[in-house]
Structure formats: structure tokens, C-alpha cells
């Protein structure tokens, strides 16, 4: 039987263009209707109104349909697109500057001998790129550092893996400010981002203490029983292999003060972005402002090239183009459904089963459909462009705060992400700690279990 991490699945893009697919064919079979639309003052744009569903004509979509979703997807996400280049491009000249890499081995250096304190503090900081730009590929480079570190300091492979994967695991969970999940999702369900910061600084602080709990609890478990490890089996074959490779990173790159001044823009950037949109008016085109700006301004104080900082520019913005397209694709879903003129259908069948529940049910009922959803969809950003233009409304229909259903979307995505197969991120880094997938979820079923339970509390309180 094939191991669950060799079997192929569908790329994003192959999922979501399935699904627009799927969804062309039940304008065919669904019967075609729309809501009377009123303006919301306090969302600032036109909503259905609950109980004002009517039939209407069929308007079925063909092949050439399907085709072209995508494209117009990609154009009415144009400028959001753009907003994710230039993030993407602001994010590898920073890299290239080496400030993150030198802080963090400067980190690892500095607590030699403590090594029980470089658990929470390296999680901390993860953490922190997880919830301010959903740190994921950008960590690959750690787990070849830490691991020689964490194994000679007599811990195991596993718990190398979890500092890096469940730090930046649960800081995306509880995402704040992350562009490529709560922008995308609060764009979608057409609300400012900073809506519901407070109830997510609450989820991320819980989460991260929850995870660094369990994590620090099974490094001091495995210290001094190292037959209790979930890899015990392959400790002497670890240890060769780490410890006895050379060429691997020691921790001493030169960490200067333009590094520190680099680090210092790089979070101020962020605190500016926030402080423009709850409070100067911002979106999009400002935000994008703001992200070039700081690129330039790094690359002065950097000393970089002109020719070295448009390549690193382009490169990084070149890498965030599938996230792109993966936007254009699922917006291209809610373009085929309102063009067949099904989403007042679907809309009106979610109203008649949810409108009456609870809000306590309703919003554990959406954090459960997205954990699955992220099994099939695991691009945040893919998910929350599928899913949010039609859970919004069921949230209004149900007397919930679109912010709270963005909430409960990224809570529940980055719950999955934390071991689903599907993402590439875990695969790579389990790949380079050999761990296999069905160990890992062993040790993760627990702590998931604990999350989940917190993620659930956290949004049935704030919906009561």
C-alpha cells in the first residue's frame, strides 16, 4: 500500500478549476434566483436582505464559460494581485539582505547552553512570521539549521521540526495582519482586515502557548528518556547524519547593526500597514505603496545594486505569482455561480438550514467545513477566495460578524496546514528532519486536539 506522503494529489489550481467546473454543470440542474440587495452602512457596500430570495432566469455556462472565469477572476483581483507581487517582492530583498537568517542563527548562538530557552524564543519568532506575513516556504532553510543544534543539545529530530513547523504553524492559525489569509479573507468578505484583531491576538496567544508548551514538555521528556522519542528507532542513524555532515550553517554569520536596522523597518513596515488601514483610510493601492517604498529604503540602507535589487524584486514577486493565479481561479468560481445565476440559490438553501441556528452553532459549524475544505484547498489564499464570498452572507444571515467568519476560516486553516499531506511546506520539512507523516501526526494529534478545542471556545464566546 502506498505511504500516505507518496500519494499525488491534485495541485490548487487543478482543484479549483475542478470546482468551477463542477459548478458550471449545476447551472444546468440548480434553479437560478437572487436576493433584493440593500446597502449596509456599517460594511460600506450592498448586501441580500434575508427573506427576500426569488426565482429567475436560467442562464446555464458552457465550456467558454468556464475558460473565462479564471481571466475575469484574475481582473476583478487585479489589485489585490498586485499588492501580493509587491509583498512578495518586499519580502525577498529583505531575505537577500540576510538579516532574518544572521538574527535568528545569532539567536541560536547566543543561547548555547540554554538550550531549553531556545525552544520558546525561536518559537516566538516564527510565530511572529507566521502571523504578520504567514512564514511557510520562507522556513525550509531553518530546519537544515536547527537540527544539528537541537540533536547535539540531546534532543531529537522531532523536536528541531516542531520549534520551526508548529511556531510558524501557529502563528498563520492565529494570523493577524498575514496578507495571503486575513487580508485575502476580509477583502473577500469585504471588510477591513483589522476587523476582529483583538479576538485573533487572543487565539495567536493561546495557540503559541499551547504550542510551546507542548513542545518544551516532550524536549525535556525525550532529554532524559531518549527511548520515549517518536524516532528513537533512528537515533544513532540521526545523529550520524546531522552531526557528521559538514558544510551545514554553525550560527556565526555576522549579525550587524545594519541588520538590525533592516529588522527594525522590516516590523515597522508592518505596524505602518496596520495603523493606515484602521485609521488613514488605506487599502490596496497605499498598501502596495507602502510595501515598494520599504523595499527601496532597504536596499539603500543595504548597500544593494540597482541591477541586484530589481532581480531579488522581481524574484520575490515572481514567486507569489501562483498565489496570484491561485486568486484569479477561485474567484473565477463566484463569477461562474453569479453569472449562472445560482449563488442566490445556494445563498437561500444556507439561509433556510443556518439562519435559524444558533450563533454558537453556526460559527463551529463553519470552523468544521473549512477544516475539511482545507484538506481539498490547502493555499489559504485559494480557500479564502472560494469560500468567504459565500460564508459572509450566511453570516450576516445568521446575525455573526463577518470578521468572526474570516476568524474561524484562518483558525481552521492553519489547523490543517499544521500536518495535512497536501501541503508542500510540511512534506519539505519532514522530508529534511525524516519524520514520516504518519509519525508526525501522532505526536501532533494531541496538541491539534488542544487547539482546536481553544479555536472553538475562543469563537463561541465571541459570537455569544
Known sequence: MKA??????????????????????????????????????????????????????????????????????????????????????????????????????????RMKGKEHLMIPALMMC????????????????????????????????????????????????????????????????????????????????????????????????????????????????????????????????????????????????????????????????????LFLSASILVAIIDRMSEEVFVDKFLEGAKDLLGVVLVLGIARGIGTIMDNGMISGTILNWGEGALADAPSVVFINLMYWIHVVLSFLIPSTSGLAVFSMPIIAPLADFAGVGRDLAVTAYQSASGLVNLVTPTSGVVIAALAIGRISIVRWFKFMAPLLLVLAVMSMVCLSVAAM
Not at 478549476?17 to 437572487?34: C, E, H, L, R, S
Not at 460594511?43 to 465550456?63: D, F, S
Not at 537541537?150 to 511556531?167: P, Q, R
Open 4 to 109: 500516505i506522503s507518496e500519494i499525488k494529489l491534485p495541485s490548487a489550481y487543478t482543484i479549483l478549476f475542478m470546482i468551477i467546473a463542477f459548478m458550471a454543470a449545476m447551472t444546468w440542474i440548480v434553479p437560478a434566483g437572487q436576493y433584493d440587495m440593500a446597502m449596509n452602512e456599517t460594511l460600506g457596500r450592498e448586501v441580500a436582505v434575508a427573506g427576500t430570495y426569488a426565482p429567475a432566469e436560467a442562464n446555464p455556462q458552457g465550456i467558454l464559460d468556464i475558460i473565462e472565469a479564471p481571466i475575469t477572476g484574475i481582473q476583478k483581483t487585479i489589485d489585490l494581485g498586485l499588492f501580493i507581487l509587491f509583498i512578495g517582492g518586499y519580502l525577498m530583498v529583505i531575505t537577500a539582505t540576510g538579516a532574518i537568517d544572521s538574527g535568528i542563527a545569532r539567536a541560536v548562538v
Open 126 to 289: 516564527f510565530a511572529a512570521g507566521g502571523t504578520i506575513y504567514g512564514m511557510a516556504e520562507e522556513t525550509i532553510p531553518f530546519y537544515i539549521l536547527l537540527l544539528p543544534v537541537i540533536i547535539a543539545a540531546g534532543y531529537d529530530a522531532t523536536v528541531a521540526v516542531a520549534i520551526v513547523l508548529v511556531g510558524s504553524g501557529v502563528g498563520v492559525l492565529g494570523s493577524t495582519i498575514n496578507p495571503f489569509a486575513t487580508v485575502i479573507a476580509s477583502d473577500a468578505s469585504g471588510i477591513p482586515f483589522t476587523q476582529g484583531m483583538g479576538l485573533r491576538l487572543l487565539i495567536l496567544a493561546l495557540s503559541f502557548l499551547a504550542g510551546c508548551f507542548y513542545v518544551m514538555r516532550y524536549a525535556k521528556k525525550i532529554r532524559n528518556n531518549p527511548e520515549l522519542s517518536i524516532v528513537a528507532d533512528m537515533k544513532e542513524s540521526n545523529e550520524k547524519h546531522f552531526l557528521e555532515k559538514g558544510g551545514q550553517k554553525t550560527g556565526d554569520e555576522e549579525f550587524t547593526g545594519r541588520h538590525k536596522l533592516i529588522l527594525s523597518i522590516f516590523g515597522l513596515t508592518f505596524a505602518v500597514m496596520v495603523w493606515g488601514v484602521a485609521y488613514g483610510g488605506w487599502w490596496m493601492n497605499e498598501m502596495s505603496v
